[in-house]
């Protein structure tokens, strides 16, 4: 198996155990995107505050993935940094799927 390439921006200020979480959660989404988009590949996963309200913060998560022949984007917000970014890598994962040659019958 080849190296991962991902790249992580501003990953929210967490416990070390849920951006453990998240980083896991981020390596699953690539391998399962490399089935469909073989070769070389980048992940870029982006975190940013989209609103603050009182303790809670809302969380902006922007994916994109850079292949040779193919550039897919996503982007989800919420409360929840691992919600937004469950939705974002699996509207990724979606759009991968859509890229894979039909086989074609014979």
């Given at each position: 198996?080849?190296?991962?390439?991902i790249?992580?921006?501003?990953?929210?200020?967490?416990?070390?155990?849920?951006?453990?979480?998240?980083?896991?959660?981020?390596?699953?989404?690539?391998?399962?995107?490399?089935?469909?988009?073989?070769?070389?590949?980048?992940?870029?996963?982006?975190?940013?505050?989209?609103h603050?309200?009182?303790?809670?913060?809302?969380v902006?998560?922007?994916?994109?993935?850079?292949?040779?022949k193919?550039?897919?984007?996503?982007?989800?917000?919420?409360?929840?940094?691992?919600?937004?970014?469950?939705?974002t890598l699996?509207?990724?994962l979606?759009?991968?799927?859509?890229?894979?040659?039909?086989?074609?019958?014979?």
């Amino acid at each position: 198996m080849s190296e991962r390439k991902i790249q992580v921006v501003h990953l929210p200020g967490l416990k070390e155990m849920e951006g453990g979480i998240l980083t896991r959660m981020i390596e699953n989404y690539y391998d399962r995107l490399q089935t469909f988009i073989p070769g070389e590949m980048l992940l870029e996963i982006g975190f940013r505050e989209a609103h603050k309200e009182g303790n809670r913060t809302k969380v902006e998560v922007r994916g994109n993935v850079i292949a040779p022949k193919n550039k897919l984007h996503a982007e989800f917000t919420d409360w929840v940094s691992e919600k937004a970014l469950k939705q974002t890598l699996e509207a990724l994962l979606k759009e991968a799927e859509k890229t894979k040659p039909l086989s074609k019958k014979n």
